[in-house]
């Protein structure tokens, strides 16, 4: 049971911390499209 817990707590922590991540990326690839590169990774 508490081992499923801690499971699921991380798999939330490396969800959220991707997410940011990917936000991340995505405001450089926007300022990157305003200096006229585009922003594909």
């Known amino acids: 049971e508490w081992v ?3 499971l ?3 798999l939330k ?3 959220l911390l991707k997410y940011f991540y ?3 990326l995505r405001r ?3 300022i990157l ?3 006229g590169v585009p ?3």
């Open 4 to 6: 499923i817990k801690i």
């Open 8 to 10: 699921n707590n991380a």
């Open 13 to 15: 922590k490396i969800y």
């Open 22 to 24: 990917y936000e991340i």
């Open 28 to 30: 450089k690839c926007r």
């Open 33 to 35: 499209e305003k200096d």
């Open 39 to 41: 922003g594909r990774i």
